[in-house]
């Protein structure tokens, strides 16, 4: 049973109407003319109609009661996030790194708290802090009940603190988080060194935001660069954040300082872009004695492909059968009789055939000097 809406002229009409089976098909059976739309709706019937009938459904009578306000409003939280996310915080290491680094300020609330509650909003949601802040309030996060915006706020201040030694309090995050997954005997082998563009819209990037070349077609807006390094598990070791107008040729030096000063990375082999080489970070990667392998576009530069100590290049031999059965132009000479040197792939070519006049004869196109010339066969019994 439902209302049906019918117009007629320039008025519609409800009726109350119900699905039937007469003979054999479905009709619908007018039970009540309910009148004019606009009159119905303006007398309130509908409304009388519909309260009348959420009096004998259960469901109806619930939600009549909460939209009335007679019923206080439910509040739910998801546990989701923090269940997954929460446990790999804390087996990373990203728990424990951020607590001892913070163990000797004195702030009013908790810090470590406060970087995972935005952590986690990023993965699930993204956004602002502002954003994170109202996020907050829907997810349950342990330890985080009591947190504000000043609060995020003020923990992403104290990440970017730079200490008199010029290291930011993010550095000493990522050094002390490669520790604590650093194997007892083993060392990085290789690390893998690329860069991207991230573009502000609107104002922003006072510092850090410059004009540059942009990898995502943004050129008219400010941007950073940035960049990160990854071990040969894809695992991060290191990020850094650069001005907009930072060249990449200029990155790879920095960062292979960085990674032996500050990580004791010393016998990795680096991989980068083309874009990050130039003759002399080749030089000064050499003098250094650090192994590399960079992307080469050119021929000239294809000889610097591989300079390691550890690998070295063997000929590459081919044993499929159509590899060796491919004929050797340059070898297969001989000398013709007429003694010039002529090749396989010469003596190969077809022969054309002589093209016909269109709309000739036999006899007028053996008169033609160039058909009896190249119709030799035929000419005998043409001339005569």
Partial sequence: MFVRVKKIGAYEYLYLVENAREGGRHVQRVIKALGRRDEVEASGLIDGLIASA???????????SFYRGQLPELHRLSIGPDLVFGRLWAETGCR?????????????????RAIY????????????DRHANDWCSRVRVPGAEGLDLDHAYKAMAWLGEVDAAGRSTAEAVEEALYRHRQPLFGAVSIAFLDTTTLW??????????QYGHSKDYRGHLKQV?????LDDADRPIASFLMPGNTADVTLLLPVVKRLRERFGIREACIVADRGMISADTIAALEAEKIEYIPACASAPAAR?????SRMTASPCRSSSPARKAKPNWRSARRRSPGGAMS????????????????????VSSASSPRAT????????????
Avoid at 304 to 308: A, D, F, G, N, Q
Wanted: proline residues 5%; positive net charge; aromatic residues 4%.
């Fill in 54 to 64: 959420a009096r004998h459904s259960r469901r109806s009578i619930v939600l009549s």
């Fill in 96 to 112: 424990n790194a951020l607590k001892s680094l913070v163990a000797d300020r004195r702030f009013s609330f908790d810090v470590e």
């Fill in 117 to 128: 509650l935005t952590v986690l909003h990023r993965l699930m949601i993204s956004g602002s």
């Fill in 200 to 209: 502000f819209e609107g104002a922003g990037g006072e510092s850090l935001g």
């Fill in 225 to 229: 660069v940035l960049g990160i390094v």
């Fill in 304 to 308: 610097c492909v591989l300079r390691s």
């Fill in 343 to 362: 090749s396989v792939a010469t003596r190969r070519k077809p022969k054309k055939m002589p093209r016909r006049a269109p709309n000739s004869s036999p």
């Fill in 373 to 384: 010339r190249r119709s030799s066969p035929t000419r005998a019994s043409v001339v005569s």
